[in-house]
Structure formats: C-alpha cells, structure tokens
C-alpha cells in the first residue's frame, strides 16, 4: 500500500465562547433548563438516578478549547484498527492496537514514528496488553504499562528500550503519573486480593514513599472485567473502578500531602437498583455511563451517559455530538483522559456520518459545508483510521 500521509485538514480551532445556546438540542432545551438531581454534602456529591428524566444533544465544543483532525498515514506498518490506550503530547499520539497487538507511536501530523515493545516474556517485553501509558516530549520518553506488570516499560521515540522502572509488587490494571525531576511514580492499581496497595508514591528504584491500603477497595475474587481509572482532567488526582458486578461506589480525590482518598462523586440510584456504571470527572461536569440500560445484561448500541454541572448540580442524560462536524455521532466510546478527548474514527464510518450531514445542507453554514465536502471527498475504505483530539477546557 502507498504511503501517504495526510496533515491534519483542521488545524486546533480555538472555541472563545461557549455559551448557554451552544447546549441546545432540537427541541431548545438547554442544561439550564435541566432539574437539580444532585446533592452535595461537604466535599461529596450525590446524583439521585431517580430525577434524571431529559435528554439533550450536547457539542462536544463546549467542553474542548481546541481540537484537530489527524489522518493516520496509510503503510502497512501504520494500520492500526481497533486501538485504546491512548496517550497524548504537543506534537505526539501514540495508542494499542488490538490487531496485531502492537503499541505505536505517531506524531501529530499523522506520520508512523515507531512500534514500541511487544507481547512476550522477555525483559522489554509485556504480558497480555498495554493498559496505561503516557508520553514524556520534553525527554522523549514514552512510558507502557501492561495490564499485569511487574514493571514500568520505559522507551525512547525511536522504539528503544530504556531503564525499566520495578515495582515492589505485581501491578494488576495500574494507572500511573510519572514525576521525572523527582524521579517518583504515583501508582494505582485494580485492587485483588494480592495486591497490598491502591495507591501508592514509590521511586524509580521500587521503594515505597507512602500508600494507601487496598483493603477497602478489594476485588474478590479477582477478575480482569473491572477497571480502575484515573481521568487526571482537573487539577484534581481522581480514582474510581469499574465493577463488572454492580457496586455501590464513589469517585475519589486523592490528596497527595494528607496521602488521604476523599470521595466527591457517588449515585444514589432508583430503588437501590444498582447499574453497572463508570466514572468520569470533567472541569465542569461529572460524568457517569451507564454500561447496561438496566441492571440485567442487555446491551445498548450507545452507552448512555448522565453529566451533573458541578455548580448548579443540574443534569441528565445527554447525547455526545461532533459539532464541529456536522453535529454527527461519533464512535460509541471516546476517552476523556488527561485533558484530551480523543476518539478513532473508521474511514467508512465517518465517510457515512458526513454523507448524512451533507444531505441536509440547509442546517450547514457555507463554511462548514465546503470544510465538510472536502473532508468527505477526500477519505476512502483503504483509509487508516482518523484520531479526533481535543484539548480539554480546565
């Protein structure tokens, strides 16, 4: 396959305002117009499942200060398919690809930089997957932490392994934030019956600084279908996990100087009916998606999502829309991480979405019609995929 590398067709476009009228759906509803369904208690809140009723469309604008549009260049090497993973700097991209099982690492203009690591039980080598990672630009670092791991993958951008970083013991699900001038890791993990610690501050040698005890948080018996998750999209050091069986939990802070989780997120839900959910914390928002519409297993083709404004603790269910596109869906699930969102789009899919949107060229401003019939021309099936990242507003 030719090589052909595409730059990013829009350029971060900054939002300056984002006013009340920018969270209208069709029928005019705006978040102002949504009832309180939370109350806040101290430093907690607490959505009431029960007082969600409305549904709106929501731009995904509103919540970005800029995005681009990056088209994956087109080499065998390249492809990347179903990917998760991501981790985002100023001019890099890299993500997990399912298919081959591979991590790769692009810049921002769309070109294949290198493939990092692979699965194997050798010393540069990861079992099962990656599950967390993290570009370090400044040093030209990109850290790889699998989902059992003993250690923390360290390489350079040209895919050359450097001094790993050990762990006092095996890393079930981790997430990590990485302090290179202290040469210090601030760990979490999915807490099994053999994983001592939560959260933990250990140096680059192993050694524990402080920690927090997983005992509260145990999963038993352990299983790989739950989750712990670290948004990082505040100022704020939040942790919250993923139960496949449903469980009443809460999203925490974690307060680094008092080593102390304080939770400020929870749901109360309808007639104690607990759904299997998953967090996420925004500048403005917290956000919960329901993984199941009820609490038996029946699947829905788009994950609901419920968002509570911090201050006004209105909400309700809301429709993520690529409005920058066209108003058009995007892929069922996009990552709110470290202050990005960022989304894989297949060609095909976004090529169908645009077409829809350019049938009804009387909603579409002159501007954003030519912008969108040039984008739609210019993809194919044989494309790579398309990342979608945004900058988050803090």
């Not at 060609?347 to 077409?355: A, D, F, R, T, V």
Request: glycine residues 4%; proline residues 5%.
């Amino acid at each position: 396959m030719r090589i052909r590398i595409i730059f990013s067709l829009f350029i971060i476009c900054l939002y300056t305002c984002f006013s009340c009228s920018e969270k209208k759906n069709k029928s005019g509803l705006t978040l102002d117009d949504c009832p309180v369904i939370a109350t806040k208690t101290g430093d907690l809140t607490t959505l009431d499942f029960s007082l969600v009723k409305d549904t709106f469309d929501f731009p995904l604008s509103a919540l970005l200060s800029g995005y681009e549009i990056i088209r994956l260049e087109n080499s065998d090497e390249a492809l990347i398919g179903d990917t998760y993973a991501y981790a985002v700097s100023e001019n890099y991209i890299g993500m997990m690809t399912v298919s081959p099982n591979h991590y790769k690492l692009f810049d921002k203009k769309g070109k294949y930089i290198s493939t990092l690591s692979s699965v194997g039980q050798g010393p540069d080598e990861y079992l099962i997957s990656i599950y967390d990672s993290y570009i370090d630009e400044k040093n030209r670092k990109v850290y790889l932490l699998s989902s059992m791991a003993n250690k923390l993958l360290v390489y350079d951008f040209d895919g050359n392994p450097l001094e790993h970083i050990r762990f006092p013991f095996t890393v079930h699900k981790g997430r990590f934030i990485v302090d290179e001038e202290k040469q210090e890791l601030l760990m979490m993990a999915l807490p099994f019956e053999d994983t001592p610690l939560a959260v933990w501050i250990q140096d680059f040698k192993g050694n524990i600084i402080q920690s927090i005890d997983s005992e509260p948080f145990v999963i038993d018996p352990g299983d790989y279908s739950n989750e712990v998750n670290d948004a990082l999209n505040t100022n704020q050091i939040d942790y919250s996990l993923f139960h496949w069986w449903p469980t009443q939990d809460s999203l925490y802070h974690y307060n680094r100087q008092k080593n102390q989780l304080t939770p400020v997120f929870t749901v109360k839900w309808k007639n104690e009916e607990i759904i299997r959910h998953d967090y996420t914390e925004l500048a403005d928002f917290y956000s919960t998606i329901l993984v199941y519409e009820s609490a038996t297993p029946t699947f829905t083709p788009r994950r609901p999502r419920v968002i509570v404004d911090k201050n006004t603790l209105r909400g309700c269910y809301v429709n993520l829309k690529y409005n920058m596109l066209g108003n058009i869906d995007g892929p069922s699930w996009c990552v709110f991480n470290r202050g990005y969102c960022i989304a894989s789009f297949y060609p095909h899919e976004l090529k169908e979405e645009l077409g829809k949107t350019l049938s009804r060229p009387e909603r579409l401003t002159q501007e954003m019609k030519d912008r969108l019939t040039k984008l739609n021309r210019s993809i194919t099936d044989d494309d790579n995929n398309i990342m979608f990242v945004g900058k988050l507003r803090r």
